[in-house]
């Protein structure tokens, strides 16, 4: 089993920059597919970003050019720079695991983009 644990999320102002992270628990990390995903109320889960585990990413539309995917294996960890925040940015964010045909999800962390 794996647990992925998310932190940075929060309240910022529109234009503002947030960095979620998540930690997962075994080192199975750097052989897996990472990703975040987020889910606004009423609306579908979407992919926003992902990495391959040899630093390949790729965002959603929405996304590009303001956010930034990154991993660090060593720590066990990926990142999510999001810069020049958006109302429309507002959702729970949630981080995801792929190997080996497992795939896994983290508790999620809420991100409120308001003035």
């Known amino acids: 089993q794996v647990q992925l644990v998310e932190s940075g999320g929060g309240l910022v102002q529109p234009g503002g920059s947030l960095r979620l992270s998540c930690a997962a628990s075994r080192t199975i990390f750097g052989l897996a597919i990472m990703g975040w995903y987020r889910q606004a109320p009423g609306k579908q889960r979407e992919l926003v970003a992902g990495i391959t585990r040899g630093g390949s990413a790729n965002y959603a539309d929405s996304v590009e050019g303001r956010f930034t995917i990154s991993r660090d294996n060593a720590k066990n960890t990926v990142y999510l720079q999001m810069n020049s925040l958006e109302p429309e940015d507002t959702a729970v964010y949630y981080c995801?695991?792929?190997?080996?045909?497992?795939?896994?999800w983290g508790q999620g962390t809420q991100v409120t983009v308001s003035s």
């Open positions: 995801n695991l792929q190997y080996a045909g497992g795939d896994y």
